[in-house]
């Protein structure tokens, strides 16, 4: 089963809202989760690292106030996709790594965004 | 910049042959080497890694193998199943324990029965 999971799995919003997604490890702590983001028939490009207790740390081009990530607990990441535009639209991976089995990198179901 | 880049967009393969997917990498920081299967709308599944320090790891019906100075790295998978039809993804760290990962670009593949 799912060690690592994502909610929702898909999302539709309106332009100008917002829109959160969670990431939840289920077995294990994580200190630190990941967010991917993929375009159709693109590669997984890391956005950033959520950091538990401590601020994200933002790959090069994130807007860090558009993409909010919130680390508030040892299970839970969630990224907020804030004033969310049609080029948002893309699908989001989180992973995690537990740390108590060999590093092993765990990642989220995804989640499918479409701003409309 | 891509810093891992399969340059095979798409493979097809015939079912019980060996699918081979390639994988060039450029940042010669990079020494954790991870494939992962993946089917749309879903997240990947990790399928084998490799460390810089060999230069072959088997698991089954998968094999990768390291080639460090050619910055090159594959995927055998030997016999090929119906079930394999997926993208597959390399992806590189650089180091063992670093979580975050560089992804190629993917190549998708298709065992044809």
């Known amino acids: 089963g799912a060690v690592v999971s994502q909610h929702p799995s898909r999302v539709i919003c309106k332009s100008g809202t917002s829109v959160k997604i969670e990431c939840r490890s289920l077995d294990f702590q994580a200190t630190t989760m990941f967010w991917y983001r993929q375009f159709p028939k693109k590669s997984l490009m890391l956005m950033a690292t959520s950091n538990e207790g401590s601020k994200a740390t933002y790959e090069q081009g994130v807007e860090k106030d558009k993409f909010l990530i919130n680390h508030a607990s040892l299970t839970l990441s969630t990224l907020t996709v804030t004033s969310a535009h049609p080029e948002d639209s893309s699908f989001y991976i989180c992973?995690?790594?537990?740390?108590?089995?060999?590093?092993?990198?765990?990642f989220g179901e995804g989640s499918w965004l479409t701003v409309v | 910049d891509q810093q891992v880049k399969q340059n095979s967009p798409s493979l097809s393969v015939q079912e019980g042959r060996i699918s081979i997917l390639n994988c060039d990498y450029t940042n010669s920081m990079f020494d954790y080497f991870l494939w992962y299967k993946k089917y749309p709308a879903e997240g990947p599944t990790f399928l084998i890694s490799?460390?810089?320090?060999?230069d072959k790891n088997e698991d089954g019906r998968f094999t990768v193998f390291l080639n460090k100075s050619a910055k090159h790295l594959s995927l055998h998978i030997v016999p090929s199943q119906p079930g394999d039809s997926a993208v597959y993804f390399c992806a590189a760290s650089e180091n063992f324990g670093n979580e975050k990962l560089t992804f190629g670009t993917g190549t998708r593949l298709t065992i044809i029965p």
């Open positions: 490799i460390s810089s320090i060999k």
């Open positions: 992973s995690a790594s537990n740390r108590g089995s060999g590093n092993t990198i765990y």
